[in-house]
């Protein structure tokens, strides 16, 4: 299995400005060092989005059920350049233009690992026009399904606390897929495979 543990994050203000870098280790050693990181949201044309299991070895938040993929951009690349190099590495999915939509802050503790996730989470939302061919690496991605966007609930613990947040702000970005949608209210009750 390759470890990420040791591979660089730029740090951040809480404006999003850099302020210096460190290991993807020691950001999440508690309490946790404030960093750039991004979330895709990927959508298909019948309104659904994809979403994957974590694998059983992550250090965080491990086989829990969030967004299409996660990552953190090493310091000076570019955000959407580093997530969809990361989409090919955790999904074998190439391709799809991302456009980033918006930033949700936010901060969770792992109670079972004892790590810590202090995020500027960079939401990136993918369009997927035809029937999209996944093939996940299992050291990062336990199992994936596509779920109906305008009523998923991503609480509890079932759920990757981040997903919650960056879910409103990918849905605003695409009216299309859930009308009336606005940053910061939940959709109506759903669960994965629902």
């Known amino acids: 299995m390759v470890t990420r543990e040791q591979d660089l994050?730029?740090?951040?203000?809480?404006?999003?400005?850099?302020?210096?870098?460190?290991?993807?280790s020691d950001a999440h050693t508690a309490p946790g060092q404030?960093?750039?990181?991004?979330?895709?949201?990927?959508?298909?044309?019948?309104?659904?989005?994809?979403l994957q299991q974590r694998a059983s070895v992550k250090t965080r938040f491990p086989l829990r059920w969030a967004n299409a993929c996660c990552g953190h951009p090493p310091p000076g690349v570019p955000v959407v350049e580093a997530a969809t190099r990361r989409l090919a590495e955790e999904l074998g999915v190439?391709?799809?233009?991302l456009t980033d939509v918006g930033v949700y802050t936010y901060r969770a503790e792992d109670e079972a690992t004892g790590r810590v996730e202090y995020e500027y989470?960079?939401?990136?939302?993918?369009?997927?026009?035809?029937?999209?061919?996944?093939t996940p690496d299992p050291?990062?991605?336990?199992?994936?399904?596509?779920?109906?966007?305008?009523?998923?609930?991503?609480?509890?613990?079932d759920y990757a606390p981040w997903l919650s947040g960056v879910?409103?702000?990918a849905l605003a970005a695409v009216p299309?897929?859930?009308?009336?949608?606005?940053?910061?209210?939940?959709?109506g009750p759903g669960r994965p495979g629902e």
Not at 9 to 24: A, K, N, Q, R, Y
Not at 94 to 97: E, L, N, R, S
Not at 121 to 134: A, F, P, R, W
């Open 9 to 24: 994050v730029e740090l951040v203000d809480l404006t999003g400005s850099p302020v210096g870098s460190t290991t993807v």
């Open 34 to 50: 404030l960093h750039r990181a991004f979330s895709v949201l990927l959508f298909d044309r019948e309104g659904r989005t994809l």
């Open 94 to 97: 190439a391709g799809v233009p």
């Open 121 to 134: 989470d960079h939401v990136l939302v993918g369009h997927v026009t035809g029937e999209l061919t996944v």
């Open 139 to 157: 050291n990062e991605v336990a199992a994936t399904r596509w779920v109906p966007a305008a009523t998923l609930v991503p609480t509890g613990d």
């Open 167 to 169: 879910l409103p702000i």
């Open 176 to 187: 299309d897929v859930a009308p009336g949608v606005t940053p910061g209210v939940t959709p």
